[in-house]
């Protein structure tokens, strides 16, 4: 069984950076997809940044793009979101989520088959 256990949230001011985990385990995850999506208070789940295990396919939003990075430590079978320059918006419930497989659309959290419990992550003015 796949279990994913997200954590590095907090509260921060803007302008500050946080660095979210999160922690793979039950399966070999090679051929994946892992993502980060985010779910504000009163709104939807959005995509935030994904990538394929191997072969380094990487998307981000555009809310996101040149203020975050993901990358993954396959020794730790860890997926990390690294937030910079963050904005009072950016405040949500972080999910790491897994794809059993490579996704044409990483953005489309309805192909995720795997959820983590969340890990929340407030910014302030």
């Known amino acids: 069984q796949v279990q994913l256990v997200e954590s590095g949230g907090g509260s921060v001011q803007a302008g500050g950076s946080l660095r979210l985990s999160c922690a793979a385990s039950?399966?070999?995850?090679?051929?994946?997809?892992l993502g980060w999506f985010r779910r504000a208070p009163g709104q939807e789940r959005e995509f935030v940044a994904a990538l394929r295990w191997t072969h380094d396919k990487i998307d981000y939003a555009d809310s996101v793009k040149g203020r975050s990075t993901i990358s993954k430590d396959n020794a730790e079978n860890t997926v990390y979101l690294q937030m910079h320059s963050l904005k009072p918006e950016d405040t949500a419930v972080y999910y790491c989520a897994a794809a059993s497989h490579w996704l044409t659309n990483n953005a489309d959290d309805s192909l995720y088959d795997y959820w983590g419990q969340g890990t929340q992550v407030t910014v302030s003015s």
């Open positions: 039950g399966s070999s995850f090679s051929s994946y997809t």
